[in-house]
């Protein structure tokens, strides 16, 4: 065969492959949401988000009650979620919500109880693995590792991961017994390993491969429970006051983006398109230029934030 037509046919097969990848990349942001498949109509469907009284969880709670679902609010604090609740309970008249309150920073095997607070006869299907971020580092998240203190790093590390790997574990008999189900595992573009954040983009990462394994172990045993990570990247919330902007939602629109992804067939998916796009960075340099290209943002906002100490 001539040279100039074998590398005729290798672009042809690179363009191809490239065209396929872009298709199958825009069809998971325009495809039709499945979230419906876990609630039925006239049945009670519930959800259980933890971390509901703020944010992103709060974002969730909203949207999932405006798609059908009754929702257990997770949280610490009483009086913000009883506000959340009454606001949902005017928006959504005919929505049930439930409180359950857990200091996700303190726990231990009491957390066992949740199952039965949750109710064996509650049709429970979606569980949202939300609670976390660094609200606890608060006014300045960034902070080399040495300098942490034992009980600082330690909470980062159990509300990020410990919590939610354990109420999976012990709500994953409610959401098998009202198969299909569905469990979302939050986690961030930090992910891909951003400085002065370790022990919170560890927890990032464990929430992808949590759910990469679970969602193998129920597919190996045939169990119709479908597990999604999901990749946040800038989202204005409590602990990211941020003004909303194309590239940082609102945590409703956060929230509705992530539910629109449900059924995408992906192990995880950068939930709003606007990420996915910040995320061709990830597609086009190598991982270590990603994260020096972040360095430059993050010590910007380091230098900016240890002068508000
Ligand atoms: N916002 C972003 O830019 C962004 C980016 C990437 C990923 N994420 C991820 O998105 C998720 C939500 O983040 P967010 O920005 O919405 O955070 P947020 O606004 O700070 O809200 C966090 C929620 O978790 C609750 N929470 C915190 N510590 C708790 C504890 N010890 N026990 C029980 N509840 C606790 C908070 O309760 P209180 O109301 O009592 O504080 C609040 O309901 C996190 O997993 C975060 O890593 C966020």
Same mark, same amino acid.
């Given at each position: 065969?001539?040279?100039?037509?074998?590398?005729?046919?290798?672009?042809?097969?690179?363009? @191809?492959?490239?065209?396929?990848?872009?298709?199958?990349?825009?069809?998971?942001?325009? /495809?039709?949401?499945?979230?419906?498949?876990?609630?039925?109509?006239?049945?009670?469907?519930?959800?259980?988000?933890?971390?509901?009284?703020?944010?992103?969880?709060?974002?969730?709670?909203?949207?999932?009650?405006?798609?059908?679902?009754? @929702?257990?609010?997770?949280?610490?604090?009483?009086?913000?979620?009883?506000?959340?609740?009454?606001?949902?309970?005017?928006?959504?008249?005919?929505?049930?919500?439930?409180?359950?309150?857990?200091?996700?920073?303190?726990?231990?095997?009491?957390?066992?109880?949740?199952?039965?607070?949750?109710?064996?006869?509650?049709?429970?299907?979606?569980?949202?693995?939300?609670?976390?971020?660094?609200?606890?580092?608060?006014?300045?998240?960034?902070?080399?590792?040495?300098?942490?203190?034992?009980?600082?790093?330690?909470?980062?590390?159990?509300?990020?991961?410990?919590?939610?790997?354990?109420?999976?574990?012990?709500?994953?008999?409610?959401?098998?017994?009202?198969?299909?189900?569905?469990?979302?595992?939050?986690?961030?573009?930090?992910?891909?390993?951003?400085?002065?954040?370790?022990?919170?983009?560890?927890?990032?990462?464990?929430?992808?491969?949590?759910?990469?394994?679970?969602?193998?172990?129920?597919?190996?045993?045939?169990?119709?429970?479908?597990?999604?990570?999901?990749?946040?990247?800038?989202?204005?919330?409590?602990?990211?006051?941020?003004?909303?902007?194309?590239?940082?939602?609102?945590?409703?629109?956060?929230?509705?983006?992530?539910?629109?992804?449900?059924?995408?067939?992906?192990?995880?998916?950068?939930?709003?398109?606007?990420?996915?796009?910040?995320? @061709?960075?990830?597609?086009?340099?190598?991982?270590?230029?990603?994260?020096?290209?972040?360095?430059?943002? @993050? /010590?910007?906002?380091?230098?900016?934030?240890?002068?508000?100490?």
């Amino acid at each position: 065969m001539e040279v100039p037509k074998v590398f005729g046919y290798i672009g042809l097969a690179t363009s @191809v492959l490239l065209f396929t990848r872009l298709l199958k990349a825009v069809y998971i942001y325009i /495809r039709p949401s499945s979230l419906s498949r876990y609630c039925k109509e006239g049945d009670e469907s519930w959800a259980f988000v933890t971390g509901a009284s703020d944010g992103i969880g709060q974002g969730f709670a909203e949207e999932l009650c405006a798609r059908g679902f009754n @929702v257990f609010l997770h949280g610490r604090n009483a009086d913000k979620l009883r506000r959340i609740q009454e606001s949902l309970r005017k928006e959504y008249p005919t929505r049930q919500t439930k409180i359950i309150i857990y200091d996700a920073s303190q726990i231990d095997a009491s957390i066992d109880d949740i199952a039965s607070q949750v109710g064996e006869t509650t049709r429970l299907t979606v569980l949202i693995n939300n609670v976390g971020g660094m609200g606890s580092m608060m006014p300045c998240p960034y902070v080399n590792l040495q300098d942490y203190t034992f009980k600082d790093m330690q909470t980062i590390l159990t509300v990020n991961s410990t919590f939610s790997a354990h109420i999976t574990r012990v709500l994953l008999p409610l959401l098998l017994k009202n198969q299909p189900g569905l469990i979302l595992n939050i986690s961030s573009t930090t992910k891909f390993g951003i400085p002065w954040l370790a022990p919170y983009v560890a927890t990032k990462a464990f929430a992808i491969g949590f759910g990469d394994a679970l969602s193998a172990e129920m597919r190996a045993d045939k169990r119709d429970i479908e597990v999604m990570g999901v990749i946040v990247g800038s989202v204005q919330s409590a602990s990211n006051p941020a003004t909303p902007s194309l590239f940082t939602p609102t945590s409703r629109a956060m929230a509705s983006a992530t539910l629109d992804r449900v059924g995408c067939g992906e192990l995880s998916v950068f939930g709003h398109w606007a990420h996915r796009l910040q995320g @061709v960075a990830l597609d086009v340099f190598s991982q270590k230029m990603f994260q020096d290209i972040a360095t430059t943002q @993050v /010590r910007k906002l380091k230098l900016e934030q240890e002068k508000l100490k």
